[in-house]
């Protein structure tokens, strides 16, 4: 099973930055390989999106033990966690440096 790997927006962030697109007539979010995934849309678009920090990785407990209990900080900065999202699942991996660093 592979996975990619979004940086959750801390405090100290302002601004929009999009991370999915819900297909209303469908119910359901839209997933990588679809015409309307979020990176093609705010693309097309001209939006912002959060970073991808890792995509097409193996979804192992040393990768959620990376992002939640080894790594400080994320180009330089405290993070709040990271969103670990594969083919129909998402959860959230919380820094738990983050509330000490910020």
Known sequence: MTSSVRERR????????F???WNIAEHHY????????????????GLP????????VPLTQELIRRYGDELEAHN??????????GQGF????MN??????K
């Not at 839209?30 to 678009?45: F, K, N, T």
């Open 10 to 17: 801390g405090a100290g962030q302002r601004g929009v930055a």
């Open 30 to 45: 839209e997933w990588p390989g679809s015409a309307h995934h979020y990176l093609r849309v705010c693309q097309a678009l």
């Open 19 to 21: 991370f999915a697109v």
């Open 76 to 85: 330089g900065q405290p993070f709040e966690g990271v969103v670990v999202k």
């Open 49 to 56: 999106t959060v970073d991808l920090i890792e995509e097409g």
């Open 90 to 93: 998402s959860f959230k991996v």
């Open 96 to 101: 738990k440096y983050y509330d000490s660093k």
